[in-house]
Every structure is written in C-alpha cells, then in structure tokens.
T-cell receptor, first 111, second 112 residues
C-alpha cells in the first residue's frame, strides 16, 4: 500500500553530534525518495533525494541511505547545528508529483 | 527568483462556508500540487495540475477541488467547510523535467 512511516517521532541530540533519522516505506515498487525539512511557520524544504538504483547519496553534511531489502531509508546529518532544529519528513514520489509523506521526526538540538 | 507564493497566509471561516486559496508557482514551473497538513494526519496529497489539467488526485471528498490557469497559477476550493478542514494547506511547484518540489509557506485555514 501507500504508506511511509517513521520509527521515532522525536530526536534530541547534542550540538556537534551526528543525527540519524529513520523512515520505513511499504511500496517495494517505489523508485524515488526525498527528505524534507520543515521549520516552524514554513513549508517543507528539499534536503536530498535518492533513486532506487542507489544505496547512498551524499550532500552537504547530509547523507541518505536506502536499504531496499528491508524497505528502509535514513537521513544522516553530520555535526548537527542549532539551525538543524526542525521536523524532518521522508517522502515517496508516487508519480505525477504525488508525494506520500511520513509522519515526521522532530529534531531538537541541545547546546 | 521568487519562490512559491500562497495567499492568504491566514484565514478564518465558519462551518458551511466555502473558501478559495491561491498559489503562484515559481516562474517557469508548470506543475502545481496541493497538500493538506494536520497534526493528526500529517501531510496528505490533495491533487496536482499540469498545463491546466488535473493529473493526479488524492483521497479527499469532492468538496475539495482545484484548477490551474494558463499562467500556471492555481487555486483550490473547499466547499461546505467542516471543523476538520482546519489545516495548513501547502502548495508546491515543480519545473518541467524535474522532480524536486518547491513548497510555499502555506495558508493556515481555521474553521470555527
């Protein structure tokens, strides 16, 4: 079915540590996944994406890992900064710009 | 380049009324999609338009409708408002040949 979920609703990390946000998806035929960041009062902002023919993709301080065997997606944020505080969503592109979002993980950075 | 613009930012309506929300996509983007965001249901896809045609639709009742104009601007309408329609309505635009969706700040609709 069409469902994308998250393992943890909240995550609290120390500034400077690495953060890992997890996501499970159910549609094994999905071939495109995206991570979004949503700050308070703003719309979701694209962070990084990955296609199903890849296992890993790196951006600036972020890495997305895709494990198709267990239908699992993760977002790693290196050296977490206060500005990383936000809600993070994984999303599955179902075609024709239809995104199915997970419930979101709130990331809080402790000084 | 200006981002996706949604108007109004905030709206309060009474049950039974109807409402129209507007979205101006990034210049050159021809795909516009709409999402409803609530604390309980999260972000849910409403519909997507491309070149004035609805290409995809989510699982929402017929009270939710939309349209797209020749300049790619889009509107969504909700008729016979219910309390449960209170939500943040987000619009996203996507350039041709790309899959990255750019979101606006949303319209916060409160139904009382």
């Amino acid at each position: 079915g069409e469902s994308v979920g998250l393992h943890l609703p909240t995550l609290s990390v120390q500034e400077g540590d690495n953060s890992i946000i997890n996501c499970a998806y159910s549609n094994s035929a999905s071939d495109y996944f995206i991570w979004y960041k949503q700050e308070s009062g703003k719309g979701p902002q694209f962070i990084i994406d990955i296609r199903s023919n890849m296992d890993k993709r790196q951006g600036q301080r972020v890495t997305v890992l895709l494990n198709k065997t267990v239908k699992h997606l993760s977002l790693q944020i290196a050296a977490t900064q206060p500005g990383d505080s936000a809600v993070y969503f994984c999303a599955e592109n179902m075609g024709a710009q239809k995104l199915v979002f997970g419930q979101g993980t709130r990331l809080t950075i402790n000084p | 380049k200006a981002g996706v613009t949604q108007t109004p930012r905030y709206l309060i309506k009474t049950r039974g009324q109807q409402v129209t929300l507007s979205c101006s996509p990034i210049s050159g983007h021809r795909s516009v999609s709409w999402y409803q965001q609530t604390p309980g249901q999260g972000l849910q896809f409403l519909f997507e338009y491309f070149s004035e045609t609805q290409r995809n639709k989510g699982n929402f009742p017929g009270r939710f409708s939309g349209r797209q104009f020749s300049n790619s601007r889009s509107e969504m309408n909700v008729s016979t408002l219910e309390l449960g329609d209170s939500a943040l309505y987000l619009c996203a635009s996507t350039p041709v040949g790309n899959t990255e969706a750019f979101f606006g700040q949303g319209t916060r609709l409160t139904v009382v």
